[in-house]
């Protein structure tokens, strides 16, 4: 194992950078889009919700390495040329987004109607009252959930390892193949998973404490 | 000039039929204490005159608003008609002081000083300004009634809608909100008009007492002839006659 190391450790730690900017890319975006589209759900516009519900069946069904492939592969068809770093971290943004969506329309939802209709009756508008009643209500509620798909998310990225996105699961796999020792090689990338993931799990225990 | 008017309003959830033919003035300044068993559409109809509930049909102009008119700006109309709730709606994420502040500040754009000075005063004025810091879950439900007074107080509003205000309340509550109630009743030029089934509050700063049943209007008195004679309308004896026993 120390040999994989020492051996390997530019590529390895290339991997997590990479694994690393995908999942913070990904997160940081997924969170804003699925946010839209939570609140998409709730509006009082038919049409919105309509499109919001569309997207989020579509995205949540259809496999995570299948809406990927469709950039990687079908948009250079077509358009322009996607490296696999950017389709796989797009692929994992849209993925993610959709569930992202789901967990915050149901934090949306559990939030009392009360206070969007004392909002509305204190004279406040729609935007107004999710805003700065409703929305940071049910950011609180939604804290536990939303920390699953944070997880989920890094550990997805590993989807980039069959795009040639150079991250932490394609340098485990080249590794592994080209060394021979299989056991040590995906034993070490198991643990750089578990040193993002791990402080990622307990701040949002933290977080969630905090808010309390 | 009037500040609500209903004509030959309709209003249905789907197959129920939970508003009939309503036709009723409110004057500017007037306490109109709206009465009737539940499910009667007391709270339909007052919901109505704020836009929470629309109306099917007729006509209702409020402020001088029509609000059956697709284009009328309900928030224009909340701006001036405040409204206090049965479970009161506090913001559960902002203290007792912001709760009163966010919508001046946001809606109205007041100056932040002056704002604070209006905040304060109302809190004073409701005798709860010493809890100003708190968040809405550390208080009693009559501290709570009475922030969500001052709440709506804080926009200025021409008329406030109560709508069943001391119903969830325990008994040892109820006074202190009435009394802020009676407060705003006679000090001012405010139009109120409040579902309650409090008759002391109606015979004591009410103008008008109107019984509903089964979404209709069945009796439209003054205080005095309402309490002094007798209801005209059966249905409104027997319920005045039960809960005045209680």
């Known amino acids: 194992m120390i ?11 290339y991997g997590l950078g990479q694994t690393l900017l995908c999942s913070i890319l990904a997160l940081f975006f997924s969170l804003i889009i699925g946010s839209f589209f939570a609140i998409f759900e709730v509006v009082p516009s038919k049409t919105l919700r309509i499109i919001a519900r569309i997207y989020i069946e579509i995205f949540r069904n259809i496999p995570l390495l299948v809406i990927t492939m469709f950039f990687y592969v079908v948009i ?7 490296n696999g770093f950017t389709a796989g971290t797009i692929g994992l943004t849209i993925y993610t987004s959709a569930f992202i969506a789901e967990t915050v329309r149901s934090g949306i939802q559990s939030v009392d109607p009360g206070q969007m209709e004392g909002s509305r009756a204190n004279g406040m508008t729609f935007t107004q009252a999710m805003r700065y009643i409703v929305l940071p209500q049910a950011f609180r509620i939604v804290i536990p959930p939303l920390g699953n798909q944070f997880i989920n998310l890094v550990k997805n990225s590993s989807v980039l ?13 080249t590794i592994a193949s080209t060394s021979f020792d299989t056991l040590n090689a995906y034993f070490v990338v198991g643990v750089l998973y578990l040193i993002i993931t791990m402080p990622l799990s307990y701040y949002m225990r933290y977080l969630e404490k905090r808010l309390d | 000039m009037s ?15 939970a508003l009939h033919n309503i036709n009723l003035t409110i004057e500017a300044g007037e306490t109109v204490v709206l009465i009737g068993p539940s499910g009667s559409g007391k709270s339909t109809l007052i919901r109505t005159v704020n836009g929470l509930e629309l109306i099917n049909s007729g006509q209702l102009i409020v402020d001088g608003f029509d609000l059956a008119h697709r284009k009328t700006d309900m928030n224009k109309i909340r701006k ?8 009161f709606n506090l913001y559960q994420n902002k203290t007792v002081l912001e709760n009163i502040m966010l919508a001046p500040r946001i809606v109205l754009k007041r100056d932040e000083a002056e704002n604070k000075k209006i905040a304060m005063e109302l809190l004073d004025k409701v005798g709860l300004a010493d809890k ?14 009475r922030i969500a007074i001052a709440r709506s107080l804080a926009m ?10 001391t119903s969830a309340l325990d008994p040892e509550m109820i006074d202190d909100v009435l009394n802020v109630m009676k407060d705003i009743a006679r000090d001012s030029s405010m139009t109120m008009l409040v579902v309650t089934h409090e008759m002391g509050f109606a015979r004591e700063v009410g103008d008008r007492v109107i019984f509903m049943a089964d979404g209709r209007i069945l009796e439209d008195d003054s205080k005095e002839s309402f309490f002094d004679g007798q209801p005209t309308n059966e249905r409104a004896r027997q319920f005045l006659s039960k809960i005045i026993k209680h």
């Not at chain 1, 250079?76 to 996607?82: D, E, L, N, T």
């Not at chain 2, 500040?3 to 039929?17: A, L, Q, R, S, W």
């Not at chain 2, 001036?80 to 479970?87: D, I, P, T, Y």
């Not at chain 2, 100003?132 to 009634?145: F, I, K, R, V, W």
Request: a negative charge; aromatic letters at 16%.
């Open chain 2, 3 to 17: 500040m609500i008017e209903f004509h030959n309003v309709e209003k249905y959830y789907g197959d129920f039929h």
């Open chain 1, 76 to 82: 250079p068809m077509f358009f322009v040329k996607v």
């Open chain 2, 132 to 145: 100003a810091a708190n968040y809405p879950a550390q208080l009693s439900g009559g501290q709570s009634q």
């Open chain 2, 156 to 165: 200025r509003p021409k008329c406030i809608l109560f709508d069943e205000p």
């Open chain 2, 80 to 87: 001036n008609v405040g409204m206090v709730f049965q479970h």
């Open chain 1, 161 to 173: 390892a069959f795009v040639a996105g150079f991250d932490l699961m394609y340098q485990g796999n």
């Open chain 1, 3 to 13: 040999s994989i190391i020492t051996n390997h450790w530019q590529d390895l730690l």
